[in-house]
C-alpha cells in the first residue's frame, strides 16, 4: 500500500473524542468490507445441449452477463433474459447475504470468469462459496430441486467420533429452520464449533426455498463424517463446516437499508454518548482505534489528510455551483456517474462527477481513488482538482475541457468539424502518451480498462484528455487478472479480457488500436454489424489483401495526408489489436513507434477473429484453447479465441498493482 502516512495531531480531548467516533464508525465500516469473496469453486455444472454451430449465441450470453452485472451491482442478485439470434438467454446471479457488497462483486465477477468454460452448452450454473450465477434457455427462476443436477460435495478429512456428526445435524436443522422461518432465505449458524449458512435464491420463493433447504439438509448428512459437506441445488445453497466461513456481520439488504443503517448510527451515536462522559474511555477508545486504523490500510488517514488538504469543497459549494445539479447544468453521463457544469465562487469553470456509487463500501473505494489519482498529472489526462466526501453524497471535481468527446468529433452526422490528418495523428500520439503514463509513467500502474472514444475528451487545442480513469481500487495480487465483471465496452474489449477476464496493461493497448483504426478510418468498430462486418475485420482484410490505403477515412483528401504516414499508423492499430496480448506492443513501444517513424516494426501477424474468409497465409496462429463453436461465434463481434499467450503477460501483474473500478455502461 503506497498510501500517504500523516501525523495526527491529537492535541485536545475534544479531538480524541471526534477521534474516536471517527474511528469507531470506520470499524464498523471496515468489518463490512475487508472480508473474503469467497469464490472458490464448489461445483460447475455445464449442460449436455450445445449450441448449433455458426449461433449467435455467445454474443447473446455475453450481454446477458453484462445486464446482470448491473443488477449485481445494483442490488447484490438479480435475473434478466436477452432475446438474441440464437434464442433467449435467462440469467440468474445471487450473491450470498452476508457478503459485503465489494465481495460480492468480486465473487460475482470470478463465477462470470469462469462460467464461459462450459460454452457452446446452453445452459450451466457455478456455485462459488460466496455466490451463485445460472444461465438456461428457460425461465427456470422458479426451480427449487432438479433431480439431475443437484449434487452435494463433501470434502475435507474424517471427524471422528459421534459428538461431531451430533454437532453437524443440529447446526444444519437450525439454519434450515431459521432461513425458512425468517421467511429471508437466509441464515447462518454455530454448534460446537460447526458452522453452517443456507442460502436460498430469491426467486424460490419461501415454499420453494422450506423444499430446497430440506432436501439439502439430508443432502450434506451424506458427507458424514467428513469435515465439510455442501449441498448445490437448483433453488439453494448450504455448507456445513469446521472452520467458520461466513461473515458475522450482515450485509445490509436494499429494502432494510434505511432501517440498518439507522441500527448502526444510533449504535455509533450511543457509544459516542458514552465516550463523551468519560475522557479516560475516550482516550482508552482512541489508542485502540488508532491501532484498528493502521491494520486498515491507513484509511483514516486518507480520510483525514483528504479532510485538511486543499483537494477538499464542500457539498454546499458545489451545489451552488452546479446550480443545485440542475438538469440543464449536465454535461455527460459516464459509467461511475452524472458529470454537471459548475462554476465556483472564484468565476473557475470545473465538472462535478456525482458518483452513483454511494454507499459505505463505495466511499472506502472512493478515498483510495481520490487519493490515487490526486498525485497522477499528465497533460493528456483529465486532472482531478478535487473531491466533496462529508455531503450526501460524494463528488469529485474535475478540470472542465469546454470541447466534446473525441466519438463526437469522428462519427457524428453532422459533426461540428472534420478534423484533418495533423488533428488525428495527434489525438492518437496524445492518447497513447496518457496511457503509457498510466502504465508505468507514475509511481502507480494503472489499468485503465475502458479506453474508448467516448473517453478521450479533446480541450480547445484538440489535445487529447483521457477520463474515467476513476474509481480505482487495489487487488491482492492473486485477484489482478479478475475483472469486476462490468467494466469496459464491448468492440474495445481484448478477447482475453472478455471471455477469461484476463486484465493486464495489453487489453489497454488492444482497446487503443481499435480505437486508432476508428479514427483514421472514421468508422465506429460496430460489433453488432450484420451487413459488412466490424471495423476491425474490414481493416484486416485490406490489409492481407495490401490495399490498406482504402481504409482511410475518405474524407480525408488524398493529398493532403501523408500516405506513409496512415499506413504505419493504420499497422500499429494492427499491432495493437492482435490476439496474442503478449504480441501486442506496450504502450512505451507505441509511443516510440508513432514518433519515430525510421523505427522498424513487427508485421501484424495475428488477427483478432478467424474463419472470415482471409486467406490464413501464414500459420503463425496458436492454438485454440477453446473449440471451433466459441471461434465461430466469436467472430460476429470481432474477436477470437486465441489465449494461448494471454498467460505469459500475466508476468506483468505486480501485486501492488491498481486496477480501475468497473465501469457500467448504459
Ligand atoms: C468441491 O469443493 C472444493 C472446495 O471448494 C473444490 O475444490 C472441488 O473442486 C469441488 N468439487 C467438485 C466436484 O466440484
Same mark, same amino acid.
Given at each position: +500500500?503506497?498510501? *500517504? ?9 475534544s479531538s480524541c473524542v471526534i477521534f474516536a467516533i471517527f474511528f469507531f464508525s470506520l470499524s464498523c465500516r471496515c468489518h463490512l468490507t475487508l472480508s473474503d469473496p469467497r469464490i472458490s469453486e464448489a461445483g460447475l455444472s455445464c #449442460? ?12 447473446? %450470453?455475453?450481454?446477458?452477463?453484462? %445486464? ?22 435467462? #440469467? ?51 426451480? =427449487? ?14 471427524? =471422528? ?7 453437524? $445435524? ?10 425458512? !422461518? ?48 455442501? !449441498? ?43 465516550? +463523551?462522559?468519560?475522557?479516560? !474511555? ?6 485502540? %482505534? ?17 479532510? $485538511? ?38 468565476? *473557475? ?75 488525428? %495523428? ?50 491482492? !495480487? ?51 454489424? =450484420? ?50 496480448? /503478449?504480441?501486442?506492443? /506496450? ?64 508476468? /506483468? ?14
Amino acid at each position: +500500500m503506497t498510501h *500517504k502516512k500523516k501525523k495526527i495531531s491529537s492535541s485536545s480531548p475534544s479531538s480524541c473524542v471526534i477521534f474516536a467516533i471517527f474511528f469507531f464508525s470506520l470499524s464498523c465500516r471496515c468489518h463490512l468490507t475487508l472480508s473474503d469473496p469467497r469464490i472458490s469453486e464448489a461445483g460447475l455444472s455445464c #449442460g449436455t445441449t450445445k449450441a448449433p454451430l455458426d449461433s449467435n449465441y455467445v454474443p447473446s %450470453f455475453i450481454k446477458e452477463m453484462e %445486464f446482470l452485472s448491473q443488477q449485481v451491482t445494483a442490488h447484490n442478485w438479480g435475473t434478466h433474459s436477452v432475446d438474441g439470434g440464437g434464442g433467449t438467454v435467462y #440469467g440468474l446471479a445471487q450473491c450470498f447475504n452476508d457478503l459485503s457488497h465489494t465481495d460480492c462483486l468480486l465473487c460475482y465477477a470470478a463465477s462470470r470468469t469462469t462460467l464461459p468454460r462450459c460454452l457452446p452448452s446452453l445452459s450451466a450454473r457455478i456455485y462459488l462459496d460466496g455466490c451463485f450465477l445460472r444461465y438456461d434457455r428457460y425461465r427456470f427462476y422458479s426451480e =427449487e430441486t432438479d433431480p439431475v443436477r443437484d449434487t452435494v460435495n463433501c470434502t475435507g478429512g474424517n471427524v =471422528e467420533g459421534v459428538a461431531h456428526q451430533r454437532s453437524v $445435524e443440529r447446526v444444519v436443522d437450525s439454519v434450515v429452520l431459521k432461513a425458512v !422461518a425468517k421467511g429471508g432465505g437466509f441464515a447462518v449458524g454455530e454448534i460446537d464449533r460447526v458452522y453452517a449458512l443456507a442460502q436460498c435464491w430469491k426467486t424460490v420463493g419461501n415454499d420453494g426455498c422450506r423444499n430446497c433447504l430440506r432436501k439439502a439438509g439430508k443432502q450434506v448428512r451424506g458427507c458424514l463424517p467428513k469435515k465439510e459437506g455442501r !449441498a448445490l441445488n437448483a433453488g439453494c445453497y448450504l455448507r456445513y463446516s469446521t472452520v467458520k466461513f461466513y461473515n458475522e456481520q450482515r450485509v445490509v439488504e436494499a429494502g432494510s437499508r434505511p432501517l440498518r443503517r439507522g441500527v448502526i448510527i444510533a449504535a455509533v451515536l450511543a457509544v459516542a454518548a458514552v465516550i +463523551m462522559l468519560s475522557i479516560s !474511555a475516550s482516550y482508552a477508545a482512541f489508542t485502540k %482505534f488508532s491501532k484498528i486504523k493502521k491494520e486498515n490500510n491507513n484509511r483514516g488517514q486518507i480520510c483525514s489528510s483528504i479532510r $485538511e488538504s486543499s483537494l477538499n469543497y464542500k457539498y454546499e459549494t458545489l451545489e451552488k455551483a452546479t446550480d443545485y445539479f440542475n438538469p440543464s447544468r449536465k454535461v455527460g453521463q459516464g459509467g461511475a456517474g452524472s458529470v454537471f457544469k459548475g462554476v465556483l465562487p472564484n468565476g *473557475k469553470v470545473v465538472a462535478v462527477k456525482r458518483l452513483v456509487f454511494n454507499n459505505r463500501q463505495w466511499v472506502d473505494e472512493f478515498f483510495n481513488e481520490v487519493n490515487l489519482i490526486s498525485g497522477i498529472e499528465h497533460k493528456n489526462l483529465v486532472k482531478l482538482l478535487g473531491c466533496s466526501i462529508e455531503g450526501p453524497e460524494s463528488l469529485l471535481v474535475y478540470e472542465f475541457l469546454p470541447n466534446k468527446s473525441l466519438d463526437q468529433f469522428i462519427f457524428e452526422k453532422n459533426k461540428t468539424q472534420n478534423l484533418n490528418w495533423k488533428q488525428r %495523428f495527434n489525438i492518437i500520439l496524445g492518447t497513447a502518451e496518457g496511457l503509457a503514463y498510466l502504465h508505468g509513467g507514475s509511481k502507480m500502474r494503472i489499468i485503465h480498462r475502458d479506453i474508448k472514444s467516448s473517453n478521450i475528451l479533446l480541450d480547445e487545442n484538440l489535445t487529447p484528455k483521457i477520463a474515467d480513469f476513476g474509481l480505482a481500487r487495489c487487488f491482492g !495480487a492473486d485477484k489482478t487478472h479478475l475483472s469486476t465483471g462490468i467494466a469496459g465496452t464491448l468492440g474495445y474489449m481484448a478477447p482475453e479480457y472478455l471471455i477469461r477476464g484476463q486484465l493486464t496493461d495489453k487489453a489497454d493497448v488492444y482497446s487503443f488500436g481499435v480505437l486508432v483504426l476508428e479514427i483514421v478510418c472514421g468508422r465506429r468498430n460496430n460489433v453488432f454489424r =450484420e451487413d459488412s462486418g466490424s471495423l476491425l475485420q474490414t481493416v484486416w482484410k485490406l490489409y492481407r489483401s495490401n490495399t490498406l490505403a482504402e481504409a482511410v477515412d475518405s474524407s480525408l483528401r488524398i493529398n493532403e495526408y501523408p500516405s506513409n504516414e496512415a499506413l504505419r499508423v493504420l499497422h500499429i492499430g494492427l499491432l495493437c489489436t492482435q490476439a496474442s496480448a /503478449s504480441l501486442r506492443p /506496450s504502450m512505451t513501444q507505441v509511443v516510440n513507434l508513432l514518433t519515430n517513424s525510421n523505427l522498424d516494426f513487427p508485421t501484424p501477424t495475428q488477427p483478432p477473429f478467424m474463419n472470415t474468409g482471409v486467406p490464413d497465409s501464414d500459420s503463425s496462429i496458436r492454438s485454440y484453447s477453446t473449440n471451433s463453436f466459441v471461434s465461430n461465434a466469436l467472430k460476429k463481434i470481432g474477436v477470437s479465441n486465441s489465449f494461448s499467450e494471454s498467460s505469459s503477460s500475466r508476468s /506483468s501483474d505486480r501485486p501492488s498493482s491498481r486496477i480501475e473500478e468497473p465501469i457500467v455502461q448504459a
